[in-house]
């Protein structure tokens, strides 16, 4: 089916939601963000603060401007993945977002950068990455028919395999994003699927 062609209105729009997107990253990169004011992000991107709190409630929401749409990339790769069976099909779904962020290196590397100087900004991090380990768990099997102890289980699972996704991205952007995430996600699942009963003990010249 072909998607229909957006209107010179839309287009206008996701214009400027773009120039305040960018003109925000550039000043929190170069000010940081507890020093940038809505005003200057607004003059920078060539629009008014009134312009600026239709497209954002907050300075805050241009940073995770992306999100909802990152969460719907995440729930499309865990599309189905419940119905498989095995571990398989959930390493795959991982592996497969771990993909997508290799693709965007230095849009991500900035991002990092901002949200690490902030402490306001990593605590809404970590409220929003809640979304993505709920998701996971119903991928898993915590649907609302399901008995307690199986909601459970799904829940502690997704909270250790996010984990090893939070992990290895920490280790990813603290590398500058040069080494190979795909890698290191592999790495990490094996380590959970195994169970962490015999793990390996760290080579000291790695």
Do not use: C
Not at 32 to 55: C, H, K, L, N, P
Not at 135 to 157: H, N, Q, T
Not at 171 to 195: F, I, K, N
Request: neutral net charge.
């Amino acid at each position: 089916m072909i998607k229909p062609r957006a209107s010179l209105r839309e287009r206008k729009k996701e214009r400027t939601r773009e120039a305040l997107v960018n003109a925000a990253r550039r000043l929190f990169l170069s000010n940081g963000f507890e020093d940038t004011t809505v005003d200057e992000i607004a003059a920078a991107a060539e629009v008014s603060q009134r312009t600026f709190f239709r497209y954002f409630p907050t300075k805050e929401a241009v940073v995770f401007s992306e999100h909802e749409a990152r969460v719907a990339r995440w729930r499309a790769a865990l599309k189905g993945r419940k119905e498989a069976s095995g571990f398989a099909p959930i390493r795959a779904a991982i592996l497969e977002f771990a993909g997508w962020y290799a693709g965007r290196r230095d849009e991500l590397l900035d991002e990092y950068r901002i949200v690490t100087s902030s402490p306001l900004l990593v605590a809404r991090d970590v409220e929003l990455d809640t979304e993505y380990e709920a998701l996971l768990a119903e991928a898993l099997g915590d649907v609302e028919d399901a008995i307690p102890a199986a909601r459970r289980r799904a829940r502690f699972v997704a909270g250790a395999l996010f984990g090893v996704v939070r992990a290895v991205l920490q280790e990813w952007y603290a590398g500058g994003a040069t080494s190979d995430v795909l890698a290191l996600g592999a790495e990490g699942l094996a380590l959970v699927e195994r169970g962490l009963a015999h793990p390996d003990r760290p080579d000291s010249r790695a």
